[in-house]
């Protein structure tokens, strides 16, 4: 069994990169004025909010004349020249937070033979979370003709010694740097360095120690060395887009076309920038004593209530305009207290209260607001210790869906490399 990780030709605009990175599509998808902001920002200049579609836009009218200008975009910047092919390489990555802490990340390309974003997978690549399959499809159309990926797909491996990085950054005052600039909207910095000959030898070396770890830890499980952690969905249309096309190619074909490798950056698990946050649930348009009498129906006998402090919780806790109750359940059908919740909630809404609408928010404080307005719920999820995700996927399978998000909004992966898929 090999690593599923390898070096790539990469894609990087040759100028201009303040402008040519944004954000990634599925963040600040209620808030329009972020992304006429970045329009502004951009104006006429080559840019990766072009060649993307933000989540935002996703059910306009005019989506799919969005894409078919997404895929002229690429095509225009390939001809125009306005990369420089970075080839055969991983790119070493250090992300600066808001924080001033930094992210170190490991560019390469993950093959989509060892990935598999089924609940019961066993492959070495993984989803954490489960994978909303509804969500795939308007994705696909907008990568299946397109002649660019952009990731922003991050991928978790457990190194709790940090070997891997520990080793790499000696490497570091050799490699040449291909960028190192400012990200727009108060992101935050970023640099990145080229990372081949010994330095790519170094990772191969690195992962495939980490990998016989893997194997002699796994206590008969299946090994898990890649976790996805960002980009669930964008990794599984990759996976879905690449399951069409090799039915039509040969062996050799399959073996080394573009499209069967998608870029991710790879991350440490424990590197001390990554804060794992809970999801919280927001319910508009419903009545708070509708859901709290169906909420105890619901589970009956396997649930205690009580009213305290909304910070002095270990389960979930609603908040209202009305009221505030913190719950715990004493019996789980999942093997986490969000995914009994989440069930909950999509019975709620499908059987009780057709009217409701959900969203899925980060932050304490923005969810409470939410809560304490006319006929909205907040449910205010707990957090899970980062440290235990891995042996949680390999004992138990993905989580429920939008069970974490690894820190805030503005400290999410920037679209800025490409690589050719067709």
Known sequence: MTVPFYPANILIPKDGFEKWSVIACDQYTSDEKYWKDVENIV???????????????LEEQDVSERVEKI?????????????????????YVERTLRSDTVRKGIIGMIDLEAYDFSPDSTTLVRATEKTVTERIPPRVKIRQNAPLELPHIMVLFDDPGDSIFSSLVKFKPTMKKI?????????????????????AEDIKKGFDDLLRRCHEHSEGKAPLLFAV??????????KTCWEAIKKDLTEEQKASHPARFALAEAVNIHDISLDFEPIHRVLFNTDSEIFREELLKYFNGRIHEDQCEVNDF??????????????????????LTIGDVQEFLDYYIKEIDPNAKIDYIHGDGTAIDLGRKDRNIAILMPSISKSDLFNMVMRAGVLPRKTFSMGEADDKRFYLEAKQII
Do not use: C, Q
Request: net charge negative.
């Open 43 to 57: 104006a006429d200049e080559p840019s990766t909010l072009r060649i993307t579609l933000p989540e935002i836009f």
């Open 71 to 91: 895929n002229e975009t690429m095509k225009k910047y390939l001809s125009d020249g306005i990369f420089d092919e970075i080839k055969n390489t991983f790119i």
């Open 179 to 199: 960028y190192d600039f400012t990200l727009m909207k108060n992101s935050g910095y970023i640099s990145g360095w080229k990372a081949d000959g010994a330095a």
């Open 229 to 238: 952690g960002d980009g669930n969905h964008s990794l599984a249309t990759a």
């Open 314 to 335: 270990d389960d979930f806790v609603t908040v209202s305009n009305e009221s505030e109750h913190v719950y715990e359940l004493t019996e789980k059908k999942t093997n």
